[in-house]
């Protein structure tokens, strides 16, 4: 009952505020840090809130938020680009109510679109993107030419990192590479697989010294999740982990994470800040 008041409340609220639409890009140094998984729980804590929620993978030929969710929808994000399927036909919904569209391999016959084919696509998107306030993207592992045009286009970055060396090395280095082509872009990072509360932070303030040595810059920490087997199981499950054991310790601290991202006073004002669409179209047309 709680939780239909506060959903309740939550889209009077968004019926009488103009919508605050925000895009976001979850990113890696390489594979292997549970970066989907973290993107998948994370838009499902969101939608938990309230809010309406589009997940959209984008880990070229190895996406697997829908196997981590044990959808199995019909279209992909490959039959936009390569089968006419419209943008109604790849956004699926899954586990929890969130609306997600499946990764494929077809992201570079995107990149080689024409004028027309991109105009397509720049109206479907953007009529669909209208109906959402959170748009995340789950970006591959590391950070290619091709997806780099869709993180500079999104108002956040969210690094996810281990408390492994080599993962804050990648971490790092993902980092520089997004800060040396656009250095205004906000970096918030989540330390995944803790096995304690000072890990956490240690792993925190050893990226933020570096990134504050070499870049002269800021990073803003969300906080840590602890390394739970409930993670492991859900995922065997094919469960999201926060609707698997909604009181497990990952689940608990995934819920403040998204509630920590949701406080942010955000430093650039909705009236003055340039559409996702904008910066995007602008960004691929001058490929």
């Given at each position: 009952m709680t939780?239909?008041?506060?959903?309740?409340r939550k889209r009077f609220e968004q019926f009488h505020n103009p919508k605050k639409q925000r895009t976001l890009a979850v990113v890696s140094g390489k594979g292997g840090v549970g970066k989907s998984n973290f993107s998948l729980?994370?838009?499902l804590s969101l939608k938990l809130k309230g809010y309406s929620v589009l997940l959209i993978d984008m880990d070229i030929g190895m996406g697997n938020v829908d196997i981590l969710m044990g959808s199995q929808p019909s279209y992909s994000i490959v039959d936009y680009f390569r089968n006419n399927a419209s943008f109604s036909d790849i956004i699926h919904t899954g586990a929890g109510g969130i609306d997600f569209i499946a990764g494929g391999s077809g992201l570079t016959d995107f990149l080689d679109m024409g004028e027309n084919q991109l105009a397509r696509f720049f109206q479907e998107f953007e009529s669909h993107l209208s109906n959402y306030d959170y748009i995340l993207f789950d970006m591959g592992a590391g950070i290619s030419t091709d997806t780099l045009h869709f993180i500079l286009s999104v108002d956040d970055v969210i690094v996810l990192t281990t408390p492994e060396p080599t993962s804050i090395t990648d971490a790092y280095a993902a980092m520089k590479f997004i800060h040396l082509q656009k250095d205004d872009i906000?970096?918030?990072?989540?330390?995944?697989r803790t096995i304690s509360i000072l890990d956490g932070k240690e792993t925190y303030q050893k990226l933020k010294n570096v990134v504050g040595r070499f870049l002269e810059r800021d990073i803003i920490n969300l906080g840590?999740?602890?390394?739970d087997q409930n993670v492991a199981k859900a995922v065997r499950k094919q469960v999201p982990f926060i609707i698997f054991n909604e009181n497990s310790q990952a689940s608990k601290a995934l819920t403040e994470i998204a509630d920590r991202?949701?406080?942010q006073e955000f430093a650039d004002p909705q009236e003055n800040k340039k559409p996702f669409m904008a910066k995007l179209k602008r960004l691929l047309f001058e490929r």
């Amino acid at each position: 009952m709680t939780d239909q008041a506060a959903m309740l409340r939550k889209r009077f609220e968004q019926f009488h505020n103009p919508k605050k639409q925000r895009t976001l890009a979850v990113v890696s140094g390489k594979g292997g840090v549970g970066k989907s998984n973290f993107s998948l729980n994370f838009s499902l804590s969101l939608k938990l809130k309230g809010y309406s929620v589009l997940l959209i993978d984008m880990d070229i030929g190895m996406g697997n938020v829908d196997i981590l969710m044990g959808s199995q929808p019909s279209y992909s994000i490959v039959d936009y680009f390569r089968n006419n399927a419209s943008f109604s036909d790849i956004i699926h919904t899954g586990a929890g109510g969130i609306d997600f569209i499946a990764g494929g391999s077809g992201l570079t016959d995107f990149l080689d679109m024409g004028e027309n084919q991109l105009a397509r696509f720049f109206q479907e998107f953007e009529s669909h993107l209208s109906n959402y306030d959170y748009i995340l993207f789950d970006m591959g592992a590391g950070i290619s030419t091709d997806t780099l045009h869709f993180i500079l286009s999104v108002d956040d970055v969210i690094v996810l990192t281990t408390p492994e060396p080599t993962s804050i090395t990648d971490a790092y280095a993902a980092m520089k590479f997004i800060h040396l082509q656009k250095d205004d872009i906000p970096f918030y990072v989540v330390v995944n697989r803790t096995i304690s509360i000072l890990d956490g932070k240690e792993t925190y303030q050893k990226l933020k010294n570096v990134v504050g040595r070499f870049l002269e810059r800021d990073i803003i920490n969300l906080g840590a999740i602890p390394d739970d087997q409930n993670v492991a199981k859900a995922v065997r499950k094919q469960v999201p982990f926060i609707i698997f054991n909604e009181n497990s310790q990952a689940s608990k601290a995934l819920t403040e994470i998204a509630d920590r991202y949701c406080k942010q006073e955000f430093a650039d004002p909705q009236e003055n800040k340039k559409p996702f669409m904008a910066k995007l179209k602008r960004l691929l047309f001058e490929r």
